[in-house]
């Protein structure tokens, strides 16, 4: 397998690099920590202590690594990365992982300790000379308590009022982010498409040609949206997050709003196909108005109402520019 990649194997390695690709390895972690401490520093500031923490016990072991490769080999450390070794564990991109919640931003940091005492246990393991092979084992088993000192960190720093706190915030962000777009979307899908869909299917009364247009109706909407949802606001000032998600939370829901009632009219038979339209409109402005009254706090009889009465209105110009 030499042959096929330029990395080097971790059995070649010696025990020199062995340190060497533990002091990088140590350095990288204590960036990424305080990276999702700077990330999470806002919104929340009792966990990026916690990750602040975790950081400086990183610098703690780098340094240790750097004193016992003085005392071994000299101070100049040799230029060893993870990805200069074939099966090295990889830490994923910081710009990935800080899109994600903090519960999984809390997940992904378990798994680096994990991955950590893995490497640690398989170094000590071939490290034959006695400080080398405590330090690594010693190591090893530091990572393995890394896990227990968040928790510790964590109770230290979030009592009962901080969590739901940190929860509060983290769902008005799952708000911003994803269910206001996304609900935005799914409105103009299902309202806006019900026009064309209906006012073709009841000028031609073939389902084939009002599928056609229900799919592009509905695509071209959702295309239209996302890019517009993306575009209004980079979430900069105002907190709404990634325009990115926001884009694809609305253009997703945008299509599938259209395609509800488009879909329908795959049945080959007009009248089935349009009562069965029919029943799915009723479905999706219900569960419009359900989702404004469960995410955004909007009375249900006050939504309902605002929904049906439009999505009617919409659904009655098609009806009859069609029949006309």
């Known amino acids: ?14 025990e020199q690099e062995v340190l060497a690709l ?39 072991h780098r340094h240790w690594l750097i004193d016992l490769h003085a005392k071994r080999f000299g101070p100049v450390i040799p230029l060893l990365r993870r990805e200069h070794v074939a099966g090295f ?36 393991q071939r490290a034959s000379d006695a400080d080398t092979r405590k330090l690594l084992g ?22 009962d009022e901080t969590r739901d706190s940190e929860k509060a915030s983290a769902h008005r962000q799952f708000i911003l982010t994803w269910v206001q777009p996304g609900l935005a979307g799914l409105m103009d899908g299902s309202v806006s498409t019900l026009a064309p869909i209906f006012a073709v299917a009841f000028a031609t009364q073939d389902t084939w040609t009002t599928f056609l247009v229900g799919l592009a109706a509905s ?27 926001r884009g694809i939370a609305a ?16 049945i080959p038979h007009f009248w089935t196909a349009t009562i069965t339209a029919f029943v799915v409109v009723f479905i999706e402005l219900w569960a419009i108005a359900w989702i404004q009254n469960r995410y955004m706090n909007t009375p249900f009889f ?14 009655a110009a098609g009806v009859l520019i069609g029949s006309g």
Do not use: C
């Open 302 to 315: 006050r939504a309902a109402f605002q929904v049906v009465l439009g999505g009617a209105l919409v659904f």
């Open 22 to 60: 533990a002091i990088s390895s140590e350095e990288d972690d204590a960036r990424i920590y305080r990276s999702y401490a700077e990330r999470l520093r806002t919104d929340f500031p009792d966990t990026a202590r916690i990750f602040d923490g975790m950081a400086e016990e990183e610098d703690t």
């Open 251 to 266: 253009g997703v829901m945008t299509t599938l709003g259209g395609l509800g009632h488009a879909l329908p009219y795959l």
């Open 219 to 245: 695509v071209g909407a959702g295309i239209s949206m996302g890019f517009t949802e993306a575009a209004s606001d980079d979430g900069q000032l105002s907190g709404r997050g990634s325009p990115i998600k």
């Open 1 to 14: 397998m030499r042959f096929f990649t330029q990395r080097r194997r971790f059995s070649d390695l010696s």
């Open 138 to 159: 010693d190591l090893a088993a530091a990572e393995a308590v890394h896990q227990h000192s968040a928790e510790r960190l964590e109770t230290e720093n979030l009592d």
């Open 89 to 124: 564990y990889a830490r994923r991109p910081v710009w990935l992982v800080e899109n994600l919640g903090i519960d999984k931003i809390r997940a992904e940091a378990a798994a680096m300790e994990a991955q950590a005492e893995r490497f640690y246990l398989a170094a000590a």
